[in-house]
Structures are given as structure tokens and as C-alpha cells.
């Protein structure tokens, strides 16, 4: 069982306060990113052989309770898919995709909704709240409707509006905020300590980089119990990059693994404040965002210290894509994938073109792209590969318009 024993606030300078206090930390944290410590010993890992599946496998290393579990939706055991067409399509023979949206609301995010609402059960606490570019939204809705809960969430004003219909669907409490993403945040964590709800805050709720931290552990198993050469990361506050390299440390500190992957994490070119503050060594400062892949569009990354520290102390770096480059990823993870990704979810296949030129991913390196988000949240930025082809009710109508491909092996 899991029981953090320590706790490390990063501040946004890169300083660092370790306490041994877990509530302390909590309270001097002031917008820094709270990092949970463990007993780390190889008994925290589970056995190839433990039968218990998802997230709650990992519970040596999880902030949790003795007893049950309660939240009631499967999240995790997400598919590392190694696909030749993709890997012919990239060049690069050992590449595997880490499927994160086959969760129950397609996105990375439902890991940390589950474990922030298991929480919640435990504690007896009713309401729940976040801020979100949508995808952390939608998953709280969705998950708290599952466990009996109420969600109040706050959103941007240009907030997709297909993910603002399943937040409405799954009967969330929706506060479209004027100012965007920033403001939102603010104001969520405002409402959460006036009122006394559990905020599921990115980087602020420690329990949310603590579940997405599973995502490594799995790569981990379902590659044979061996590290990979580099994990690519789509960056938006920056705590999906940081609770990856949080995973593979723990493997690390439990005697499992002994080496980390190096990690590349990847910005949009209209929104790349922590690639910026990785170039300049200096604190992140906000930026304006102007990309269409909404979940890497944060403006004023809450977790930019801890990414660049785990970036650099893994001896990966940052790359920046363009749109156009986006939209070429989610064309090809649907045509040579299988994978129909958001424009953030696809992000990180974007970068690995830019990576390679950089050196930082090799053709002959162990390589994992992490997908975090699914389309069907975004079909709109599902161009078709192909025209449809309109025939009248006739079969020699359907031989002509296909001609050759009708006898295609
Ligand atoms: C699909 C998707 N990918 C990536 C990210 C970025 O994750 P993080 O904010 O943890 O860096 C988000 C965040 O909302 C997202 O929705």
C-alpha cells in the first residue's frame, strides 16, 4: 500500500523545498507543484504475475487507502501498439504508440479524475471542481457522474464546443470563463477554498501527476519490464511530461529499472512558453497562445520548472510543431495507425520529425509516443484521406468508380 512518506514543492523559479510533512508542503506550496515521495523498495512494483488490472495495479505507489476501491470506471492497461505501417511511415523500426484514448473519456486525463475521485469517496467530499482547456473537463464530469458526485468545472470562453456538449451531457456544472484558461484557473482555486470543494487542479492537487505517473509504469511492463530510449510527451502545463519522468524515477528508486528514457517534449509553435524556458534557462514567462490544439494551449504553464528539470536531467529536450505539422500527424496515426487522435493528442508524433533533426530520437532508438487524446472529441480536425465517392444504385456504377482498386489484392 502506497503512503507517501515526503513531499517536494518545485516553485516556478526551479527552487526546491522537500518536506517531510505531506500537509505542510501542501500549505507552502503557493502555486509550486507538489511532488509526492514513497518508501521506495522493489515490493512497491507489482509482480508480472499480480492479477489486479488498471490504474489500481500500481497501488504500491499510489497515494491510496487500505481497502476498497470505489470509483467505479476502468482506467489505464491503455495498449502499446507497435504498428509496421507507422513505423515504415516514421523510419524508425522500434516505435510504439502509447494509446491513452482508450480511456473512458479518451483522453490521459481520466487516470487522474479516477484517482482525485477515489479520493473523493474516501474523504466524503461532494463536490468536485477543475479548471480545464476541455479534455480535464469532460473527464471529471463524466467520472464524477460515475461515482455519485458533483463537478463544477471552469472553461475558457473559446472552449471546443463538442467537448462543452459531454461536460453539459454528463450534467457538470459549466462556468465559461471570459479571460481563458488562465483566468479559469484562478478562479477555480478560488471557489474550491471558499466553498471547500476538492480541486482536481492540475499541479496543484498532487494526485493528479500521482495517476498519470501510471502511464510510465505500464510502457515499462508491456514493454518486457524494460525502459525505452526516448518517450515523446505533448506539453501543455507540463505535468503529462512530468509524471512520465516521475514513473520511470520511481522504477528507478525501487530498484526495477536503472536508467530513465530520455524525453522529448513537444509545444505547438503558437504556444511553446516552456520550450522557451528550457532554451533561455530562465522562469517560464506566459505567452500568447495561438494554436487550434487546445490541450498543449496554456498560456501560463503551471508545472514549466518541473518539466524543464526532468527534460534536462534526462538529457532529451524541447520541440516546437506547427499546425500544419499537427494536422499531418492526425492524417497519418489514422492512416497508418489506426489512432483517431485530437490535434494535442497528436502532437507528439508531430514531434518526432523535428526531434530527429535535433538528435534527440535516433532511427535505431526504442522510441514511445504518447497519444493523449482522442478525435472523436475533435472530428472536426479529422480531414478525410480520401474523397467520397457518390454512385447511383447500380452495380456497374460502383466497378467504374473504383476501377483498378476493385481487383486490388
Ligand atoms: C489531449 C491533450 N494532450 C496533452 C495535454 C497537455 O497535458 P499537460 O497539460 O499535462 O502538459 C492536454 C491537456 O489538457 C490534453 O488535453
Known sequence: MGRAIAA????????????????????????????????????????????????????????????????????????????????????????????????????????????????????????????????????????????????????PAGVAEAKLGFMLAAGATVLKVRGGYREAFRLSEWAAAAFGWCSRNTGVNPYAAEAKKTVALEIWEQLGRAVPDVVVVPVGDGVTLS?????????????????????????????????????????????????????????????????????????????AVSDAEITDAVRTLATRGGVLAEPAGAAAFAGLRPARVAGLVRSSDRVVVLVTGSGLKAPRYLAPARPVIDVPDDREAVRRALGDEAVAR
Do not use: H
Not at 244 to 258: D, I, N, Q, S, W
Open 8 to 155: 517536494s514543492v518545485v516553485y516556478a523559479d526551479g527552487t526546491t523545498r522537500r518536506f517531510t510533512d505531506v500537509d505542510a508542503a501542501m500549505r507552502a506550496a503557493d502555486g509550486g507543484c507538489v511532488e509526492l515521495e514513497y518508501a521506495y523498495a522493489p515490493d512497491a512494483v507489482p509482480e508480472p504475475a499480480d492479477p489486479r488490472r488498471g490504474l489500481w495495479r500500481y497501488r504500491g505507489l499510489l497515494p491510496l487507502d487500505p481497502g476498497v476501491v470505489r470509483y467505479p470506471l476502468p482506467v489505464g492497461d491503455t495498449p502499446l501498439l507497435g504498428l509496421p505501417a507507422l513505423r515504415a511511415a516514421a523510419g524508425i523500426a522500434s516505435l510504439w504508440l502509447k494509446d491513452e484514448t482508450r480511456g473512458p473519456t479518451g483522453s490521459n486525463k481520466d487516470r487522474a479524475t479516477a484517482l482525485v475521485l477515489q479520493d473523493a469517496l474516501n474523504r466524503g467530499i461532494a463536490t468536485v471542481s477543475c479548471a480545464s482547456t476541455g479534455n480535464v473537463a469532460v473527464s471529471l464530469a463524466v467520472g464524477a457522474a460515475a461515482a455519485g458526485k458533483r463537478a463544477v468545472v471552469f472553461v
Open 243 to 319: 509524471a512520465m519522468a516521475k514513473g520511470f524515477r520511481e522504477l528507478v528508486a525501487c530498484g526495477a529499472a536503472t536508467r530513465m528514457p530520455r524525453l522529448v517534449g513537444v509545444q505547438a509553435e503558437g504556444c511553446q512558453p516552456v520550450k522557451r524556458a528550457w532554451e533561455t534557462r530562465l522562469p517560464v514567462t506566459a505567452a500568447r497562445a495561438s494554436t487550434f490544439a487546445d490541450g498543449i494551449a496554456v498560456e501560463a504553464p503551471v508545472c514549466a520548472a518541473t518539466a524543464v528539470r526532468d527534460v534536462r536531467r534526462s538529457g532529451g529536450g524541447f520541440v
